[in-house]
């Protein structure tokens, strides 16, 4: 019968996942090895830094190198996207670099490619005026500015990056950002099965083990693609699947669970079926595929200013009693206070956040139990400025002010917050916004990005 | 009366990309399911009151593979905006769990 058998043995490169149920399952009838790293889960930071990886570079470093050891012993290609986490170029080099490390230290020879997918910004700009970057919902404004103001702009590849890689020969192709399941669904597509399945097994590959019945950790999962229907199987012996967690899969951080668009096209479950083959074996037909314009989609993040912060508690009965209205005093205060003292106007030069603890901190305004607070509340205060030390000179004044602003019930100085660290005004660094939510029209798959190839 | 969390093996909330938020109420077995889906309790106009988002940008899906009701919508603000409470999204469905329902008749 004619069918094709993958592995995805970790849900991310750097999650630590298990080395020995990957190795007990690697077999050479296996026709690649993928693994996504990339996520733009943890914000904007990541993707506009220069030096954060979504994990760290030894546990990076630990993983590539079972990676690429089990890849170069059953003579199979691995295939990873989104390098870092955000697939910036930097981080490319980065993987790429402990790439090398490790096939020096293994003595280890191969065609190794790396695919940087930030996009040259005047080509973007070209796309703009020619009316091909569209907006997803909801979308920032975009202009050539806003282009040129971006930190840093990834686009995500389809699966004809990797395959223009594996054609060149490549033996471990690191990708900057990809859609996760192009990372998966290139060699089966090439391979002539359908669409619609080798997407969706794409789709629950990428997150390794992550459609088992009861995850346990970091692990894998090896998929096995027939003509009609495709069969995902644990790599972990003790983990077990079934009808429901695999289709459950489709809800995982996605907006739709029926249709899930990829460069070119969108991915229809509508009428997809799940059937148990065992307890540790489920089969899935019916997905389809719809061929569509063919678009990448932007990520981008720009710099919103520079953070300080200070925590502290409050467990002052009186206080806590008026806190409303005490905190509008402070925050009154603190606005004269900075005018006065440095000439910067709060909302237009720099910006207070306040985040009360234990009342209204995850939901804000619209938590509606906000009246029903307990014996004490975490405050957490935050500047934002245009640059740290504007932040930190507000946020030292303020936190004083938090500290010392009296309370009706008092007469007397007061100290209202129990700061837990010394510093009690601590720096957060830069801080970023996701600056576009965009897609741009293509001729060509991979005519943004930039292949080379070296032999290790 | 009953609440939602009586009926739901999972409540979570995650970011579905940047600039979107997705809710997922996951039920054990088909009668609970139905049960829920009937009951009409999460709506687009429900779930955006308490959520502060406009019903039309709403979004809600009965997806009956995973016995599960997933509700989409933006987010106020992109993830890991300066203001934005919730880095992950994964503390948004609270005010859902409480939410109360009929008893289900066996």
């Not at chain 1, 837990?420 to 916004?433: A, I, M, T």
């Not at chain 2, 940047?18 to 009409?40: C, G, K, W």
Request: glycine share 8%; aromatic share 8%; net charge negative.
């Amino acid at each position: 019968m004619n069918q094709i058998k993958y592995i995805a043995p970790a849900p991310m490169v750097g999650s630590g996942f298990a080395e020995e149920p990957f190795l007990a399952a690697l077999s050479p009838d296996m026709a690649f090895i993928g693994c996504d790293a990339g996520s733009c889960d943890g914000g904007p930071s990541y993707l506009a830094s220069e030096d954060k990886v979504f994990a760290t570079r030894e546990g990076v470093k630990r993983d590539l190198r079972i990676l690429v050891k089990g890849a170069r012993s059953i003579k199979r290609p691995l295939l990873i996207g989104s390098c870092g986490g955000s697939g910036a170029n930097w981080a490319v080099d980065l993987f790429r670099d402990l790439v090398c490390e490790i096939a020096a230290e293994e003595g280890l020879h191969f065609k190794l490619a790396t695919i940087y997918t930030e996009p040259d910004r005047s080509t973007l700009k070209e796309r703009l005026a020619q009316g091909k970057v569209k907006p997803l919902h909801p979308a920032p404004a975009i202009s050539d500015e806003i282009i040129d103001d971006c930190i840093r702009i990834v686009s995500m590849a389809g699966h004809e990056a990797f395959l223009e890689a594996l054609d060149q020969g490549a033996d471990v192709v690191l990708c900057g950002r990809a859609t996760d399941a192009s990372i998966f669904a290139a060699i089966p597509i090439r391979e002539g099965f359908d669409p619609g399945l080798c997407w969706h097994a794409a789709k629950i590959l990428e997150c390794g083990s992550a459609a088992v019945t009861k995850s346990d950790g970091p692990n894998g999962m090896i998929c096995t693609i027939e003509e009609d229907r495709f069969l995902v199987e644990p790599v972990a012996p003790h983990h077990l699947v079934s009808t429901g967690s695999v289709a459950a899969h489709a809800l995982y951080e996605t907006g739709d669970p029926f249709q899930m668009k990829e460069p070119g096209g969108t991915l229809i479950l509508t009428d997809a079926t799940y059937s148990q083959v065992s307890d540790r074996c489920v089969a899935v037909s019916g997905s389809a595929w719809q061929q569509g314009a063919y678009t990448l989609r932007l990520e981008a993040a720009s710099l919103a200013g520079f953070q300080t912060m200070s925590i502290g508690g409050i467990r002052d009965p009186a206080l806590l009693s008026e806190l409303d209205t005490w905190l509008d005093e402070v925050r009154k205060r603190v606005r004269n206070s900075i005018e006065r003292q440095f000439g910067w106007r709060m909302d237009e030069d720099y910006w207070l956040t306040v985040r009360c603890y234990g009342r209204d901190g995850v939901l804000g305004e619209l938590e509606p139990e906000r009246d029903s607070i307990g014996h004490e509340i975490g405050l957490l205060m935050t500047i934002l400025a245009s640059d740290q030390r504007r932040a930190a000179s507000i946020a030292s004044v303020a936190a004083h002010a938090y500290l010392h602003h009296t309370v009706p019930a008092w007469s007397g100085s007061v100290s209202n917050t129990a700061f837990p660290f010394s510093p009690h005004v601590v720096d957060l660094g830069p801080s970023y916004r996701f600056s576009l939510n965009h897609v741009v029209e293509l001729d060509r798959p991979n005519e943004l990005f930039d292949f080379h190839y070296e032999d290790i | 009366m009953a609440r939602l969390r009586d009926f739901a093996k999972l409540m979570r909330s995650k970011n579905a990309g940047p600039f979107q938020l997705t809710i997922d109420v996951m039920m054990e077995n088909r009668a609970d399911y139905d049960h829920v889906v009937a009951s009409r309790l999460l709506t687009a106009k429900s779930v955006g009151d308490l959520l502060g988002v406009e019903p039309q940008l709403v979004q809600v899906f009965e997806y009956a593979p995973a016995l599960a009701i997933k509700v989409s919508l933006p987010r106020a603000l992109s993830v890991g905006d300066p203001m934005d409470n919730d880095l992950f999204g994964g503390q948004m469905f609270g005010p859902l769990v409480n939410l109360e329902l009929a008893d289900r008749s066996s």
